[in-house]
């Protein structure tokens, strides 16, 4: 049934559609990265040729937040024949696991601090299975052609940026990493390693290698899965159950977009376990009786609003969105527009909700929801090639550098800790249980979005942890209500209200509002908030790019041209993604 529901969402973007035709661009999260993508794209590489790239670069210059040690997802939109694509690589539990994974001796629920370190919260990767997925079915390259750049940077090395230099601050280097890690990353008396220190990285360089040479296989089915296994099953903290065949038998995943309308705009991502897609839309489509274009950016209404919607669709997301092939996700009933309408005329542009709890869409099961985990090592870019052939892809290792577990240069991801680390709430089991070679619920948003015609006008993704969903509705209602550019759309000031009360963001607009936030109903705090975003936008003829100016990613033409945002008014440190 949840198939041919997706199916039948996503089918309005199958036909083709006349591509546009202007040069190809990237944006990256980071430059090293994007000049990656960039080379693949002269040499007559696709968008998926040039995203994979860019994944394996980021995975040297941004090890705090991605790597083959990590998964993702995957939008891709092929303009030959108008088929939109969406490929699953998030990280699995193994087969041993069961509700009370996260059970401590006491017969209690770890707190999610006491679950990350270790071997247990590490899921079988997916990353690398994504990248040969998206080659071999978009890629015009030879495989070994993708590795160079990021081989290159791995083996000559690459400076450490300031926001990079900020995280290695904040870790606990004693305890938290092994003594690799230590060494790599910060100076014989445990200081971080300043900014500028070109660090090197030769055990990654040689597997990337070996990976080139040998294929994805090499690393599912060769040494570094014994490697893997026996780090996450020796781990001093939290041992794992995993095995080899957990990883030999690891797939991506094809999944059947997730597509609505708003506005006359088509909006397409990732289907569950990704929860980034519909509760986008279940923002966006409560928020469309409301005039958001007459109220403008700079009104506090229109950002109440936007809160009261958010409240109400995280709520549904945290009740009903976990991975379809465990349990049964009532997506068609959570889009309906009755069941839209029912959740909108909750919200009143005069007060604040006194509660919020999630809806009883049709087809829901009986599930309880539970509180959601942090997520915060992530990262996102997007590629549009010379054919109109567009990429957008979100990838991850959960927290930053994961669970501090590292292999073979590259550190293991902690997605299991976005499962409910508790099973159960109120005598009911939740829907994002743990459960053996499940894929716990993400917040991951990678999006395409097409114009009335038809037509790619916006690809766009973010990291950021749960707030990534907030940070795309927000850059969507920019573009589509209050016709700001893609980057204006990103650099604006974000209210993140996934529950009562909420975060208005510090050094922004949204900060000046709060006495007027405050008038109706608004209980909010102010705080800087992790936030890194990256577009592409068909905009006056062309293909524009778009960065977070919190961050210090780019976008690149395909002649090297570099398009840096200006910082404005946000600040530049902020917490970790």
Excluded at 25 to 53: C, Q, Y
Excluded at 528 to 538: Q, T, V, Y
Excluded at 561 to 566: L, T
Aim: glycine share 10%; proline share 7%; net charge neutral.
């Amino acid at each position: 049934m949840l198939q041919r529901t997706l199916l039948a969402l996503a089918l309005v973007v199958v036909a083709p559609v006349a591509a546009h035709a202007a040069p190809p661009m990237v944006s990256a999260a980071d430059p090293r990265a994007a000049a990656a993508g960039v080379e693949m794209l002269k040499k007559g590489g696709t968008a998926a040729d040039a995203a994979v790239a860019m994944m394996l670069a980021l995975g040297v210059v941004e090890p705090a937040h991605s790597g083959i040690g990590g998964g993702g997802f995957m939008v891709y939109y092929d303009a030959r024949t108008g088929k939109l694509s969406s490929y699953d690589a998030r990280e699995a539990a193994p087969a041993a696991a069961d509700p009370r994974w996260f059970f401590g001796d006491d017969g209690k629920a770890m707190p999610v601090r006491q679950a990350v370190p270790g071997g247990r919260s590490v899921g079988v990767p997916g990353e690398l299975r994504l990248m040969e997925t998206a080659h071999a079915e978009h890629g015009r390259l030879a495989w070994k052609a993708l590795f160079g750049p990021a081989t290159k940077l791995a083996r000559d090395g690459w400076a450490i940026t300031p926001r990079f230099n900020n995280f290695l601050t904040r870790m606990p280097a004693t305890g938290f990493f092994n003594d690799w890690a230590k060494s790599y990353l910060y100076t014989p008396d445990g200081q971080a390693k300043p900014v500028g220190t070109v660090v090197k990285n030769p055990e990654l360089a040689a597997l990337y290698d070996a990976i080139a040479k040998r294929g994805p296989d090499y690393f599912y089915v060769g040494p570094p899965a014994q490697t893997l296994v026996a780090t996450v099953n020796g781990a001093a903290r939290n041992p794992s159950k995993m095995t080899t065949g957990d990883l030999a038998s690891y797939q991506v995943r094809e999944r059947p977009p997730v597509c609505g309308a708003y506005r006359g705009y088509r909006i397409c991502g990732m289907g569950p376990p990704a929860s980034g897609a519909i509760t986008v839309l279940l923002i966006l489509r409560q928020l469309e009786r409301f005039d958001m274009a007459g109220l403008g950016k700079d009104s506090p209404v229109a950002w109440h609003l936007f809160a009261e919607s958010s409240r109400l669709a995280y709520a549904d997301r945290d009740a009903w969105i976990a991975d379809p092939d465990y349990v049964q996700v009532p997506v068609e009933g959570l889009l309906a527009s009755d069941y839209v309408a029912r959740r909108s005329a909750l919200i009143s542009p005069d007060v604040t909700m006194a509660s919020v709890t999630a809806g009883m869409p049709a087809g829901a099961p009986a599930f309880k929801a539970a509180e959601p985990q942090p997520e915060h090592g992530t990262s996102s870019l997007t590629a549009v090639d010379r054919w109109g052939n567009v990429a957008q892809v979100t990838v991850t290792i959960e927290s930053v550098f994961g669970s501090g577990q590292s292999m073979h240069g590259l550190f293991l991801n902690n997605e299991l800790t976005d499962f409910n680390l508790t099973p159960d709430k109120g005598g009911f089991l939740t829907a994002n249980r743990v459960e053996g070679g499940k894929r716990p619920r993400s917040s991951m948003s990678p999006l395409i979005v097409f114009d009335p015609a038809g037509k790619v006008r916006l690809s766009i993704g973010a990291a950021g942890g749960s707030t990534i969903i907030a940070q795309v509705a927000k850059a969507l209602i920019g573009v589509i209500d209050w016709k700001l550019t893609a980057q204006d759309a990103i650099s604006m000031g974000l209210l993140y209200a996934p529950r009562p009360g909420g975060v208005a963001e510090k050094g922004t607009h949204i900060e000046a509002m709060l006495p007027a936030l405050t008038a109706l109903g608004e209980r909010l705090s102010v705080a800087p908030l992790g936030l890194k975003a990256n577009a592409i936008e068909w905009r006056d003829g062309g293909w524009a790019g778009a960065a977070d100016p919190r961050s210090e990613g780019v976008s690149m033409t395909i002649d090297g041209a570099v398009i840096k945002p200006a910082a404005a008014a946000l600040q530049k440190d902020r917490p970790s993604e």
